[in-house]
Antibody, heavy 121, light 106 residues
């Protein structure tokens, strides 16, 4: 069955960078875009961006442009999301999720377990 | 920017029907998905493409979308349905989430 497994919790200082991994299995990795969504404590879901594993093209949310990068490794079916210049407001649970359907109309049908990123001095 | 508006909270008695709305400009022209998020857990897709249920989701969950409003309906609501629910759509190439609705079953 489809599984999406993320790397473990991270604690970072303001100004640092964090890189979170997302390993997919149970389907053909290149066939589905991967999206990243974050959720600050007690808040709603915030879309961060997406990557097409086939070719590596990306589309980032305006709020994160300039300090976010998503990359993929097809040999290990793993996607990486790196967020730089961290601020305390970046403290959140970060999720990766598989897109079911096409960009522009699909939905996120398989979610990782989440990676808690804590930014504190 | 495109916004999706949900009521912050909805309450329902066990066994009754709960309806959660999601409104946006001409939302009926877009496909809407709905996610259930129980406390401490990852979101789970319960409705996609307005009305379709992923395998494993009970048929008590249904969706509709017309005009400016999409609706998630949960019939015969159970205590286990208590969770936060988020609607989701696309605006051009951007994913948009509603602010979420806390469903209380009491």
């Amino acid at each position: 069955q489809v599984q999406v497994v993320q790397s473990g919790a991270e604690m970072k200082k303001p100004g640092a960078s964090v890189k979170v991994s997302c390993k997919a299995s149970g389907y053909t990795f290149a066939n589905n875009h991967i999206h990243w969504v974050r959720q600050a404590p007690g808040q709603g879901l915030e879309w961060m961006g997406t990557i097409n594993p086939r070719g590596g093209s990306t589309n980032y949310a305006r709020n994160f442009q300039g300090r976010i990068s998503m990359t993929g490794d097809t040999s290990s079916s793993t996607i990486y999301m790196e967020l730089s210049s961290l601020r305390t407001e970046d403290t959140a649970m970060y999720y990766c999720a598989r897109l079911h359907g096409s960009s522009g109309g699909g939905n996120l049908d398989s979610w990782g377990q989440g990676t808690l990123v804590t930014v504190s001095s | 920017s495109y916004d999706l508006t949900q009521p912050p909270s909805v309450s329902v008695s066990p066994g009754q029907t709960a309806s959660i709305s999601c409104s946006g400009d001409n939302l009926g022209h877009k496909y809407v998905g709905w996610y259930q998020q129980r406390p401490g857990q990852s979101p789970v897709l319960v409705i996609f493409q307005d009305t379709l249920r992923p395998s494993g989701v009970p048929d008590r969950f249904s969706g509709s979308n017309s005009g400016h409003t999409a609706t998630l309906t949960i019939s015969e609501t159970q205590v286990t349905d208590e969770a936060d629910y988020y609607c989701q759509a696309w605006d051009s190439s951007t994913v948009i989430f509603g602010g979420g609705t806390k469903l209380t079953v009491l």
